[in-house]
């Protein structure tokens, strides 16, 4: 008896999280982009918030670097990418796949995310939004610079969360649900992402910084 209401207690507990869930698979199975767009600006948007008041406990909120986080999270996370997992890796792959299934080319589909999709397309789009909303002065040439200082560390970073969490994306996860999946695990990685932006960018607000940077501009490409 007493276990029964333990379980009949409980079921009350979550009824709300469990509603929410089943109406968010139901949303993305009927509505995948919208589903995937919003996902990903709002947890952007939040993983900042948590990185900027809880793991740095900044006085003063940083609106700058947040809205650069959430143009961020709508225009290429939820679109770009969204675009890039569910249909070019989906046409690049498919006669792989239709040969050795998804779990076969998921190896495949992680190493074309994590060694070119991510070094080459999403950090320079990524420190290129950034440059433009801050208004840098040169946006593309600071953008460079940024992605020059920064890529090794920030590629580390993000393989050591990521390589294991897209091969279980891309061998288990539905399609439809797979933008969702990377959100989850995304918005994690944002939070990581934003704690070291925000170490970077106090670092190169300080004088030797700021001189250093100024040396590496005159040196890039026009």
């Not at 495949?108 to 990524?126: G, R, S, V």
């Not at 995304?186 to 190169?204: H, R």
Request: aromatic share 16%; net charge positive.
């Amino acid at each position: 008896m007493a276990f029964r209401q333990v379980v009949q207690s409980s079921k009350q507990l979550f009824a709300p999280a469990t509603n929410f869930g089943q109406w968010y698979v139901a949303t993305a199975k009927k509505h995948p982009f919208p589903t995937a767009f919003f996902t990903s600006g709002i947890k952007t948007s939040l993983a900042d918030i948590i990185a900027q008041k809880v793991v740095e406990k900044k006085e003063d909120f940083d609106w700058t670097r947040h809205a650069a986080f959430v143009t961020f999270g709508f225009a290429y996370l939820g679109s770009v990418q969204y675009y890039l997992y569910n249909v070019k890796f989906v046409q690049w792959c498919g006669g792989l796949t239709a040969q050795v299934g998804h779990a076969g080319v998921a190896p495949l589909k992680t190493f074309m995310d994590q060694a070119i999709h991510h070094p080459f397309m999403y950090f320079p789009t990524f420190y290129t939004v950034k440059s433009l909303v801050e208004r840098q002065p040169h946006p593309l040439e600071h953008a460079y610079n940024k992605w020059r200082n920064e890529i090794w560390d920030s590629c580390k970073a993000l393989w050591t969360l990521w390589v294991p969490a897209q091969v279980i994306n891309f061998a288990f996860v539905p399609r439809y649900l797979r933008v969702p999946f990377a959100a989850g695990v995304s918005f994690l990685w944002c939070i990581i992402l934003s704690t070291m932006q925000g170490k970077y960018d106090a670092e190169a607000s300080k004088p030797e910084g700021k001189k250093l940077e100024n040396e590496q501009g005159d040196t890039a490409p026009a």
